[in-house]
Structure formats: structure tokens, C-alpha cells
């Protein structure tokens, strides 16, 4: 019970694409440059500082405020807006915490903290007033968008580690472990 050779892959220059796009951003004008090769079939992003890239182009990234939660991150933050014209950036982590803060600033707006870990990314209501999360003690939260206090808890059965998703009937699907549960 042998398994087959391995297929070797070309990976000349022969191989790759070359592809150069014109993105406009605010006014700016730049070239996205990716290389595509057969071999892999993934895209290989351009470095900054390229000799294809035009220097006046280069877009740069800075940090404009952190947070510290204490523990891991694993989930992807959820941007949604305030009635106020805000924008809150909901977050949790290892360390138990959900927190919402301002988008612009990183203040704290507020935290509330679960049983267990958050590795679920947050949804939020279709009306806007509730975040859901999921969370390793077995139970999706219900919490108010507006002061994070917990306004309902559904108990699964399993550990929660992927993220609510929000539908217009209201229902919150939600997989856990090799089950699906609808609320």
C-alpha cells in the first residue's frame, strides 16, 4: 500500500503572472501589482517599497490607538454605528472580555465579562440595539449594543467558537460543534 509519487510543480518565470492594476483611492492614484503563479494558485501581494510602485502611490498604515484585553484575540472586530453618528468596534477575547470601543478614539464605551472565553466574532441586530456572542462555556449572549449588560443567554449544548449570524426572521443560527441550533 504505496502512495504515488509526488507531481513536481513548475515554477519558472514561465509560470507567473504579472498583473498591474490602476486603483484610485481618495483622489490618489496607485498600482496594485500581484503575482498569480500556477504552481501555488495564490496571489502574492506587492511590497511597499517595489521599483514598480510609484513613490508618490505608496500608501502607509499607522496605529492609531490600541487596547489591551489581556489575553488573545481570535476573533475579527465588528464595526457598527451609534445613533450619535459613533462607531463602535466590538471585541473579545481569551481573557473573557467583550468590550465596545469608540472607533475613532479607542475609549472604552463598555465591557462585560462571560464565564468563559470569546474566540466568536460579534454580530449585531438587525434593529441595532443588541450584540450576540458566542462563547466556550455553551452560550450565545444577547447583549445591549448601547451599555454591554446581558439581556438573554441561549444555552447550546457545546462550545461556541464561530459567530452568530443575523437574518431578518430575527432567527440567530449559530454552529456548535457538529450541531447546528437556531434560536
Known amino acids: ?6 507531481k513536481k510543480r513548475r515554477t519558472d518565470l514561465d509560470s507567473v503572472k504579472k498583473t498591474i492594476q490602476t486603483v484610485s483611492t481618495n483622489g490618489l492614484m ?16 506587492i511590497e511597499p517599497n517595489h521599483p ?7 500608501l502607509e498604515l499607522n ?16 464595526i457598527f454605528p451609534f445613533p450619535d453618528n459613533r ?5 473579545g477575547s481569551h481573557s473573557h472580555i467583550l468590550c465596545c470601543l469608540d472607533a475613532l478614539t479607542g475609549e472604552l464605551i463598555w465591557s462585560c465579562e462571560l464565564p468563559d472565553r470569546i ?15 458566542g462563547c466556550y462555556d455553551g452560550c450565545i ?3 445591549n449594543a448601547f451599555n454591554g449588560s446581558i439581556s438573554w443567554t441561549f444555552r447550546t449544548g457545546g462550545q461556541v467558537k464561530c459567530s452568530p449570524i443575523v437574518v431578518p ?9 457538529t450541531d447546528t441550533q437556531t434560536v
Request: aromatic residues 12%; contains cysteine.
Open 169 to 177: 426572521f430575527n432567527a440567530l443560527p449559530s454552529t456548535v460543534e
Open 30 to 45: 496607485y498600482k496594485r501589482i500581484s503575482y498569480l503563479t500556477r504552481a501555488n494558485q495564490s496571489l502574492q501581494p
Open 141 to 143: 449572549y444577547g447583549c
Open 1 to 6: 500500500n504505496q502512495n504515488p509519487p509526488m
Open 52 to 58: 514598480d510602485l510609484a513613490p508618490e502611490s505608496r
Open 87 to 91: 462607531y463602535g468596534v466590538v471585541i
Open 119 to 133: 474566540e466568536s466574532s460579534a454580530a449585531v441586530s438587525l434593529c441595532g440595539a443588541f450584540i450576540f456572542v
Open 63 to 78: 496605529r492609531q490607538w490600541n487596547f489591551l484585553l489581556g489575553k488573545c484575540i481570535d476573533a475579527s472586530p465588528l
